[in-house]
């Protein structure tokens, strides 16, 4: 088929692939379902939004994506895949697989640039808005919407028979494209990231309880740690892959290719006694082009020093410590 006799919605999708974005749906642009708004209500109000004060903020425009760009009328959802080919060894410090190489906001905002160019030469006086987890947008509830795939148990986008090791990014455009069918799948009755959970964040049948979720404690939160987290840390430094580490839907995850989320040798050879070494100049070598420059050194030495020596293993801790 030439071109010219593809749909533009198919244009994008091909464009889209062609510069490293792995699935690309298009949605509605327009209030989020009384539902979705309804959960989130509950997860703010029950307090399990924790540290991460900014979820409560823009409630307004978090339920209608229409106030990010006036005239909006499409939401281009893309997920990037950032499943890393090289894996830390399970005897150092861990940190989450999304942070091994370069910070995902940089890379996928990149490519979110590009995409909306190339939607305004194709839909000319369209305008457009990139989003990378940092307006107040739902981007997984889009991604659903977009068909891209559903929001397991662990609150991850599920893209089915790929996993959920994918970043997400939105373009909000004022051009009218024709919507994907969403994504219906669900969980059904597994529960193996609930159970998992070494901190049991995944319990309160609300989304996860950040004032639990280790990912959240050693990322976002500031200040000492919980004495609890320490035995439920295991050998964390950075973030928790636990609830994606037993999800069924990533037995078949395949490595990503992007060369900028491949871990460096330098990343792949820290030790805890190397962490706490770190000053800053070494700290922002290391990771101003990083997602772990949000923890800040002080943050990252703070969870190495909560690691205990015996909890060096590759398995999790035990669950269920008190608060
Ligand atoms: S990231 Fe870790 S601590 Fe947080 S919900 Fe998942 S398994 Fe639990
Ligand atoms: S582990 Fe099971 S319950 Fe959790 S997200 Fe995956 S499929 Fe859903």
Redesign the pocket.
């Known amino acids: 088929m030439r071109a010219s006799q593809c749909s533009i919605e198919d244009r994008i999708r091909d464009y889209a692939a062609g510069i490293g974005l792995d699935a690309c749906g298009f949605a509605v642009a327009g209030p989020v379902s009384d539902a979705a708004v309804a959960a989130y209500d509950r997860w703010i109000e029950s307090g399990a939004n924790g540290c991460m004060e900014w979820a409560a903020r823009y409630r307004e425009v978090r339920n209608d994506p229409r106030l990010l760009l006036e005239g909006a009328q499409s939401i281009v959802m893309v997920a990037m895949n950032y499943y890393p080919a090289v894996r830390q060894r399970p005897d150092v410090p861990q940190f989450?697989m999304y942070a091994y190489g370069r910070d995902y906001h940089e890379v996928v905002r990149e490519r979110l640039h590009r995409l909306a160019q190339f939607i305004k030469d194709e839909c000319p006086g369209a305008e457009c808005r990139c989003c990378v987890d940092t307006a107040p947008l739902r981007e997984r509830y889009w991604a659903q919407q977009a068909g891209l795939g559903f929001v397991g148990r662990?609150?991850q986008l599920i893209v089915p028979g790929r996993g959920s090791h994918f970043f997400l990014g939105a373009v909000i455009t004022t051009a009218r494209l024709t919507p994907d069918a969403p994504c219906t799948l669900s969980c059904g009755d597994c529960m193996a990231?609930e159970n998992?959970?070494?901190?049991?964040?995944?319990t309160g049948g609300i989304a996860?309880d950040c004032r639990?979720?280790?990912?959240?404690l050693t990322i976002e939160h500031r200040g000492p740690l919980p004495q609890w987290v320490g035995v439920?840390l295991g050998n964390r430094v950075y973030?928790?892959?636990?609830?994606?580490r037993v999800c069924p839907h990533n037995s078949n995850a395949t490595p990503c290719t992007a060369p900028e989320f491949q871990p460096s040798p330098e990343f792949l050879a820290l030790t805890t006694e190397r962490i706490l070494a770190m000053d800053q100049t070494d700290f922002s070598r290391l990771f101003s082009h990083s997602a772990i420059k949000r923890t800040k050194l002080a943050g990252l030495q703070r969870n190495a020093e909560s690691l205990a020596p015996s909890s060096i293993s590759p398995d999790p801790s035990p669950r269920g410590r008190g608060a």
């Open positions: 989450a662990n609150n990231c998992a959970c070494p901190a049991s964040a995944l996860a639990r979720c280790l990912s959240c439920a973030g928790c892959d636990e609830c994606q």
